[in-house]
């Protein structure tokens, strides 16, 4: 036993201070030097790194419901570097490496979880597209193989190796695949923001966005308005509704992306396993628990509301993965709202409107780049607006000049 | 094995005995038990253990509501014991338990609960750096109930679609008044139970002092709807979540039927709720109605000497059941200052029952083990939550509780449906549900059995107004009649183990807890604490945990809310929500020749097709032998597969020449045009060839994998544009084979003799219809592998007979059929690219080299705006050919182009051509690497660098002097 289960067992009372994680609900300051739009991961990872890196304290994030509860909440977990572009593998790659000591670094555990993850290829368009991924993935530092059916049989030995009359021909086997306790990154974010001087304001809806002469100046909430001397819009899922409120249009269509869980059964699977042919990736959590996810919904929409339609075909081809599993009990079912856009990269850095910072377009890919994404936004912040090089071929403006950084193939049902 | 007398049993056969094992222990039941009421039957309480605890846990709603029976039923992990039926001869296991489901070692992480305050993970295990990877692994052995078997078998299941006027989801008493009253008046009415018997709480519970009411008004209502001819009755079937617009997924047996319902009313009852105490999970202590089922049900005695707890009136008529039956009643613990009802209160004391108002149960205590309860500590209440100092103690086996009830709003909340709490009734409500979506009965707060019937009616009514039958204006609102819900049932110990959530083993303090760490939104409660994550998915959990928090954040109830019901209602097999699996797969009208021909097959799509003919292990040499007999005799390739569209009318040349990038207002009757498909952004998506039949209908092809999508974008572009052309999908409807080789023309003058197939009668890029063997074809002469060739595409259901006319007539020109990879090798070495393979998501024509087949005069086509900005930029990349020497290692498609530490490209296709007598490729490489002759470096697999050099294209006949013979 841990020397912190001893500590916690002999003290009498319950071991911990009270708020030792979340502050209690304060009033709103009339002004705030930075005010970020959405509570989620991105938004608490940003002001978590403008305090800690650039001492950046007087800042406020807004979140319209509870701390992490759009799309932190709801996806799956997925922490993966295997993508396409160089750009694309460059970024993730150094979210990835920060994963790993978030634990440690925010002295609560977010449970991270390197399992690899093991992408099935069921034609010979998508080995080649895998062997493309592998080798980008190479030469940046990855661990990623293109890998055959033996060597697939052997990681994953109750895999169906002709799942709905498409052989498995191969796999792109991504050792440094992972997974980890959502909720508890998007805490630990607000545990140290908060803990440096940041506020969070749970329950707090930017209604409005106040430009003034082509510059931000401040917000209005549900609970009265705020000056502030730049923003940062953080809310995936509406992304374009609240550049609408600045005054904007964003290249983004929004669609929902559905995932369901089964009760818990005894540990069996230790890789997460997908399939984008198949639309469908399959992973067993920490509970016991398999969590399976699919492609987004074939048609916008802004609202998490659950299909028939979609968990009868996600289902149906777990089961042709994994044929045992139709004994398996389906427990839950639940939707997010994605910001797709044309590349399947995201957006970040500037807008249109002057100190009005972007973080959106993250479709379905949002999570696993958390760390990343929110030190540099912090940097972009706190330098008043120098685009760091990391993120510098995300920027909005890439789809005027035909610059986008394609993502298409490694996303889809990946995720 | 002893059972009440009738008519308790309403479900069990005694007729009909059966025998069955637990835990490796023979037991007794009867055909109609559950396995949890047999079981208990035979005395056996204790069914499962705790998830986290693994407390010993015995039936607690015998409703299939609860976590507490989940067993492993052979190949099945997580079976509700107290829902399946007990069978003959069943082997039946306990789950999650370390050593016997008796003895289990791990229930000693019980008394260590108090160094595993809640979220204590969240702090522990991960210091120093890395410790946690050995701690996980430890953890994840502990996780999980039931085993899945890893090999079993899916089984048969499947779906079935019904459409009613209404739908009635429950038959309790709202649930048949309800339905009568729709049937009546004309409509078409489906009933949907879980239970094997309808009439919902009539069937178990008791509604007066004398008890008979229940039975008299059950036969009287059920017997009716049973006559009903528009009432159809769905039992042991649960209807398993509300999707919009009245889409009901009912499951029952193996079947899932997907119900589309014009009007819904959900009758789904109330969930009892339980009193937290300390200890309240024991086995032997359960619902008020998980005892009624039982001897009601079951005609099993729940226990021999019970203590009632109760908050409301309910309670009594429970401890006169028991009475009725045999059980000795200790007493009964009335949590309020007085009952409700004089009469029914007075009926209780009159048998001699003692009743302690305005006390509570404040611990259950344990036999050794835990494993029964044996007794409880009742104590006077001095406020909110808080009992007096010293108790009584009444010894029991038997501890029946209910703290009020909550609605079983899962449905109504997926639907969009919200709770309310209202602070006099201690209740959630439910209001703003959508249209044509209906409660009644108790789910309605309704809870007096005079009133439910009459607000099943109301229902109705309102139902049946939407529909116009109905015979008068809505009724109006019923009203509720009595108080079921005592405000605070929570009794927090000291010593914890006062279960608020049996499935994650939750304490009072550790939801309070959470609040206290900062968790206030109950949603993080729920995050943080993982209340209401369980296989019950807060079925129980949901009300004290919302009181909870409240109080602890100084909000109310209906601030603070409940989680999100989300569907499914109940935990459903995959099985049942994947039924029959349809997958297409799609076979060509000659595919069973190509199995006689050795083919290996391979998928393209949902389609099978020859890769090449032979064995998989001679690929090379397949491909090389093949390619070489097309090049010098003649070769035939099923190209069946490849897409086909027919557009017909007066627009048809204006819809073709605004979708796709060439010019085709003009293109000549006769005639075939190489048309390409651009995308918004200017990206290259599909290709095909354009044959004009006459001037108002083309035939246009589209690459095997892409047909979906061009036909998909053609529709949606035309529903915007309007205009007059009818469009549709000719794939399927269309056998084609590809005849290419010098003696491709010898061989088809011998079958089509009603076409001049002389280079000045059919000349190449030229169309033609007439017969080929006597089937009437089409014949276009197109050159994708760069010979003189004939792709010629004849109604499907003559496929094979034309595969095998082919055959004969070129068997002396020594005619061989190649396949897919073949065709590969012939069109790399001609350097025309296959969109999708030597394109990607960004690859726009100028990088393709396709500019010839972009209009430069007509204003719009689909992307022309962006393929005219793209291409007056400057260009990072381009697809160029390249070739290496015989022996170099190959470079494989996906393979990097470096250009000093960057990656500047990749290669997209790559073949050995025998034909060239070198390695041949396609790839992209950066700007700076185009011209020809230079050398770029390509890394190959083992990291090994080569270097290519660039040609100009085609590789093979550079001028195209072959396919015009």
């Given amino acids: ?415 | 094995m002893t059972r009440l007398n009738a008519p308790m049993g309403l479900l069990i056969d005694r007729d009909q005995p059966l025998a069955f094992n637990f835990d490796g222990k023979p037991y007794q039941g009867f055909k109609g038990d559950s396995i949890a009421s047999a079981l208990a039957g035979n005395g056996r309480w204790l069914l499962s253990r705790s998830f986290k605890y693994h407390r010993p846990r015995g039936p607690l709603t015998m409703a299939g509501q609860d976590a507490n029976t989940l067993i492993q039923l052979g190949k099945e992990p997580n079976v509700l014991a107290d829902r399946e039926l007990a069978e003959n001869g069943i082997d039946v296991q306990g789950q999650n338990y370390n050593g016997s489901l008796d003895g289990d070692r791990d229930a000693i992480l019980g008394h260590f609960s108090r160094f595993m305050p809640v979220g204590f993970y969240y702090r522990c295990f991960f210091k120093p750096m890395g410790v946690w990877d050995k701690w996980e692994g430890l953890i994840r052995e502990k996780a999980g109930l039931g085993v899945l078997d890893l090999e079993f078998e899916p089984e048969y299941y499947d779906k079935a679609y019904l459409f009613h006027d209404v739908v009635v989801v429950g038959s309790g008493p709202a649930g048949l008044s309800a339905a009568l009253k729709a049937a009546d008046a004309g409509a078409s009415v489906l009933l949907v139970e879980e239970q094997p018997i309808l009439g919902g709480s009539l069937t178990y519970n008791r509604f007066d002092v004398a008890g008979s009411q229940a039975d008299n008004l059950r036969a009287d209502l059920v017997g009716r709807v049973e006559q009903h001819k528009n009432i159809e009755v769905l039992t042991r079937a649960a209807c398993n979540g509300w999707f919009a617009d009245n889409y009901l997924p009912v499951i029952q047996g193996k079947r899932m039927y997907k119900v589309r319902a014009t009007e819904c009313i959900v009758a789904s009852g109330s969930f009892e709720q339980h009193v937290v105490f300390r200890n309240n999970d024991l086995p032997g202590v359960m619902m008020s109605s998980a005892a009624s089922r039982l001897m009601k049900h079951y005609a099993v005695k729940p226990g021999n000497r019970a203590v009632v707890l109760t908050g409301n009136d309910d309670g009594y008529l429970t401890a006169l059941e028991l009475l009725d039956q045999g059980v000795q009643v200790a007493a009964v613990v009335d949590m309020r200052p007085a009952p409700e009802s004089e009469q029914i209160a007075s009926a209780v004391l009159s048998r001699g029952v003692q009743v302690l108002s305005g006390h509570t149960v404040y611990e259950a205590l344990p036999t050794k083990g835990n494993k029964h309860v044996r007794a409880v500590d009742v104590r006077a209440i001095t406020g909110r939550g808080e009992v007096a100092s010293k108790g009584e103690t009444f010894d029991c086996d038997l501890l029946c509780m209910s703290a009020g009830y909550m609605p079983v709003y899962q449905l109504l909340c997926q639907a969009g449906g919200q709770l309310k709490y209202d602070d006099d009734a201690a209740e959630f409500s439910l209001s703003k549900l959508p249209a044509q979506l209906r409660i009644a009965g108790s789910v309605n707060g309704i809870h007096s059995l005079e009133a439910v019937l009459a607000d099943g009616e109301r229902a109705a009514q309102q139902a049946l107004q939407t529909l116009g039958l109905a015979d008068g204006a809505a009724p109006a609102a019923v009203s509720c009649g009595r108080k079921v819900n005592f405000e605070w049932p929570i009794f927090s110990h000291p010593k914890g183990k006062d279960f608020v959530d049996f499935d994650e083993d939750l304490q009072a303090k550790d939801i309070v807890n959470a609040t206290r760490l900062g968790y206030r939104d109950v949603q993080l409660v729920k995050r943080f604490s993982t209340v209401g994550m369980g296989p019950s998915q807060g079925r129980h959990s949901a009300l004290p945990t919302a009181r909870l928090v409240a109080n602890a954040t100084d909000r109310t109830v209906t601030e603070t809310g409940v989680t999100t019901a989300r569907p499914p209602f109940s935990p459903e097999k995959l099985a049942h929500v994947a039924g029959r699996i349809f997958d297409p797969y799609r076979r060509t009208a000659m595919h069973h020749r190509h199995n006689e021909l050795g083919a290996k097959m391979m998928p393209a799509g949902n389609w099978q097709r020859p890769a090449f003919y032979g064995k998989a292990e001679q690929r090379d040499a397949c491909m090389q032998a093949e390619s070489q007999h097309v090049r010098n005799k003649v070769g035939v390739i099923d190209v069946s597969t490849l897409g086909g569209i027919e557009l017909r009318g007066p627009d048809a040349a204006e819809f073709m020449n605004r979708i796709y990038t060439f010019a085709f207002l003009k293109q000549p009757v006769g005639k075939t045009r190489y048309a390409v498909l651009t995308n918004e952004h200017g990206v290259v998506i599909d290709d095909g060839v354009s044959c004009r039949l006459a001037d108002e209908h083309f035939y246009v092809t589209a690459t095997t994998s892409g047909v979906e999508r061009v036909y998909r974008e053609m529709m949606k572009w035309n529903a915007q544009w309007r205009l007059d052309v009818d469009i549709t999908n000719v794939t399927s409807a269309f056998a084609a084979v590809n005849l290419a080789g010098p003696d491709s023309r010898k061989v088809l003058e011998k079958l089509a003799t009603d076409v001049d197939l002389s280079p000045e009668g059919f000349p190449y890029l030229a169309y033609r219809e007439g017969h080929v063997a006597g089937i009437p074809s089409r014949l276009l002469r197109v050159g994708f592998v760069g010979e003189l060739g004939y792709e010629i595409h004849v109604p499907a259901h003559f496929g094979e007979a034309l595969w095998d006319a082919l055959m004969a007539a070129g068997e002396e020109f020594d005619i061989r059929p190649f396949g897919v990879e073949t065709q590969r090798l012939l069109r790399l070495e001609k350097g025309h690219i296959i969109v999708s393979q030597d394109t990607d998501g960004m690859s726009h024509p100028g990088e393709l080299a396709l500019e010839w087949a972009i209009s430069r005069k007509k204003p719009f086509f689909v992307g022309r705006r962006s393929v005219d900005i793209v291409m007056a930029q400057p260009q990072t990349r381009k697809l160029v050919g390249f070739t290496l020497p015989e022996g170099t290692k190959k470079p494989e498609e996906g393979h990097l182009v470096l250009e000093g530490d960057n990656i500047s490209g990749n290669v997209t296709s790559c073949e050995f051509s025998p034909a060239v007598g070198a390695i041949i490729g396609l790839a992209y490489v950066g700007i700076n690497q185009i011209e020809a002759g230079s050398q770029f470096p390509i890394r190959v697999d083992g990291g090994q660098m080569v270097q290519a050099t660039v040609v100009d294209l085609p590789f093979f006949d550079p001028d195209n002097a072959r396919q015009a013979l």
């Fill in chain 1, 1 to 415: 036993m841990p020397f912190s289960l001893l500590k916690y067992g002999l003290k009498n009372d319950y071991p911990f201070e009270r708020d030792a994680d979340l502050p209690a609900p304060t009033e709103l300051k009339p002004s705030y030097d930075v005010v970020i739009i959405g509570g989620g991961g991105h938004g608490v990872a940003t002001a978590y790194y403008l305090a800690k890196y650039h001492g950046i304290t007087n800042v406020a994030v807004l979140e319209k419901g509870y701390l992490g509860g759009g799309n932190t909440a709801r996806n799956t977990a997925v922490i993966r570097s295997n993508y396409l572009t160089s750009e694309g593998v460059k970024f993730y790659s150094e979210s990835v490496k920060m994963f790993k000591e978030l634990s440690n670094e925010f002295d609560f555990n977010i449970m991270y979880s390197q399992r690899g993850q093991l992408t099935l290829a069921h034609t010979d368009a998508t080995v080649r597209a895998f062997r493309q991924r592998a080798e980008v993935n190479k030469h940046f530092g990855g661990n990623t193989e293109l890998i055959g059916p033996q060597e697939i049989k052997e990681l994953v030995p109750t895999l169906n190796m002709n799942p709905a009359h498409m052989p498995v021909l191969a796999g792109l086997w991504h050792m440094d695949g992972a997974t980890a306790r959502h909720d508890a990154v998007a805490w630990g974010y607000a545990k140290g923001a908060t803990q440096r001087g940041v506020e969070l304001h749970q329950l707090t809806e930017v209604t409005d966005v106040i430009v003034e002469n082509g510059k931000v100046t401040g917000v209005k909430t549900n609970r009265g308005t705020v000056q502030c001397g730049c923003a940062i819009q953080a809310v995936a899922g509406h992304s374009s509704l609240m550049a609408a409120k600045a005054g904007f249009r964003m290249p983004i269509t929004t669609y929902p992306l559905q995932a369901m869980v089964t009760q818990p059964v005894k540990p069996f699977l230790d890789p997460l396993v997908s399939s984008s042919a198949l639309h469908c990736y399959v992973q067993q959590t920490g509970r016991g628990e398999i969590v399976f996810g699919g492609g987004s919904d074939p048609y916008p929409l802004y609202n998490t509301r659950s299909t028939l339609e979609l968990k009868e075909s996600l289902l149906a081809h777990a089961i042709e993965m994994f044929p045992f599993m139709a004994n398996l009990r389906l427990m839950r079912q639940w939707a997010g709202i994605t910001d797709m856009t044309s590349d399947y990269s995201p957006i970040m850095g500037l807008s249109p409107v002057e100190n009005y910072y972007l973080d959106a377009g993250w479709g379905t890919w949002g999570f696993k780049s958390t760390p990343i994404c929110g030190k540099t936004m912090a940097e972009l912040v706190a330098s008043g607006g120098k685009v760091p090089e990391l993120i510098a071929p995300f920027a909005m403006d890439r789809f005027d000049v035909f610059r986008q950084v394609n993502e298409m193939g490694a996303t889809a049902a990946s995720h």
